[in-house]
T-cell receptor, first 115, second 118 residues
């Protein structure tokens, strides 16, 4: 079965704290694509990153970093020095070849950053 | 430019009304999508258009009728909706469609239309 799990439904931090959002997945596919999206209160899903299953190199973009570990089927997202503007719902999603190449979303993690 | 636009932003309609949601992208993307999102849930796929043809219909009731007039536009026609259809309706597009054979699958989403059915 293809599945994406975000075990943390809500996280609350104080500004400037680091925070990690967890994402684990299940698949028997050897090729798949991993994504993170941010959904602020306005509603639009903002694309943050895509990784391919055959590329385990971690990525950093400003205060954002992603840790892809195929051995543990995880694709975690860390925000360093969080800011109030980071408050949003974050979705991890995958495209599995055996699922018609459609996005499978995790349940989302609501991040609240307090001043 | 990775912009997908949607109109209207908000829509309130009665159960006997007919209305349409509109979506537009000018990125030359070959696939366009409609999603429905209820509060505190992830988006649920409704329809996929590939090269202006309907390729996936996720068993959506016929009171939702999609239309793709050209490669940049996607409409969702609504008729005889139920209160439980109230949700955020999101449009998205991607460079390549499902089964496209490349890796440009990331979908870019519009801001959504918040629909309330009374």
């Amino acid at each position: 079965a293809q599945k994406v799990t975000q075990a943390q439904t809500e996280i609350s931090v104080v500004e400037k704290e680091d925070v990690t959002l967890d994402c684990v997945y299940e698949t028997r596919d050897t090729t798949y694509y991993l994504f993170w999206y941010k959904q602020p209160p306005s509603g639009e899903l903002v694309f943050l990153i895509r990784r391919n299953s055959f590329d385990e190199q971690n990525e950093i973009s400003g205060r954002y970093s992603w840790n892809f570990q195929k051995s543990t089927s995880s694709f975690n997202f860390t925000i360093t020095a969080s800011q109030v503007v980071d408050s949003a719902v974050y979705f991890c999603a995958l495209i599995f070849n055996n699922a018609g190449n459609m996005l499978t979303f995790g349940g989302g993690t609501r991040l609240m950053v307090k001043p | 430019d990775t912009e997908v636009t949607q109109t209207p932003k908000h829509l309130v309609m009665g159960m006997t009304n007919k209305k349409s949601l509109k979506c537009e992208q000018h990125m030359g993307h070959r696939a366009m999508y409609w999603y429905k999102q209820k509060a505190k849930k992830p988006p649920e796929l409704m329809f996929v258009y590939s090269y202006e043809k309907l390729s996936i219909n996720e068993s959506v009731p016929s009171r939702f009728s999609p239309e793709c007039p050209n490669s940049s536009l996607l409409n969702l026609h609504l008729h005889a909706l139920q209160p439980e259809d109230s949700a955020l309706y999101l449009c998205a597009s991607s460079q390549d469609p499902p089964f496209g054979g490349s890796s440009s699958y990331e979908q870019y989403f519009g801001p959504g239309t918040r629909l309330t059915v009374t």
